[in-house]
């Protein structure tokens, strides 16, 4: 399969995005729609992975940022169907590498896939770095 990957939002398909994170999503599912929808429209930057043929959509990311020197990396995913071909990677790639943010300070925070996130630059924080848990877990 071919894929494409976009940072139009308008392409974004909001239902497509919404479906994974309200069910598969272990991060967030606590969000409703309104709010996911409301993340969406105040991101920094959105970036999509489609399908070349149908133009559906199969992955996401989304980052919030000052625009000028910080950028906190959100929702990321791959849709299990389409996993192990490198498409993490690629969004990774998309989003923080070739973006307008690939000078930035990058911050994330995720259970899994650290391998991907690694390769890419990021790191355990040092000791300069704080952190104020959610209240809602």
């Known amino acids: 399969m071919t894929y494409i990957l976009s940072d ?10 919404w479906r994974f994170l309200s069910t598969e999503a272990y991060w967030g ?3 409703t729609r309104t709010d996911v929808d409301r993340q969406i429209d105040g991101a920094w930057r959105v970036v999509g992975v ?12 989304r980052a919030v940022s000052d625009g000028v020197g910080i950028a906190y990396l959100a929702d990321v995913y791959i849709d299990e169907g ?3 071909q490198g498409l993490g990677h ?4 998309t989003m923080v590498d070739d973006g307008p ?3 930035f300070r990058w911050i994330l ?5 650290h391998g991907v996130y690694r390769d890419h630059g990021f ?4 000791l300069t770095a704080m952190v104020r848990p959610s209240r809602l877990g």
């Open 8 to 17: 139009s939002p308008g392409r974004i398909d909001r239902e497509a995005v």
């Open 29 to 31: 599912r606590w969000r």
């Open 123 to 126: 790191d355990a924080p040092d």
């Open 82 to 84: 389409h996993r192990g």
């Open 109 to 113: 925070f995720t259970d899994d896939a």
């Open 101 to 103: 943010g690939a000078n």
């Open 90 to 93: 690629r969004l990774v790639a």
């Open 50 to 61: 489609y399908l070349e043929t149908t133009g559906e959509q199969v992955g996401f990311a």
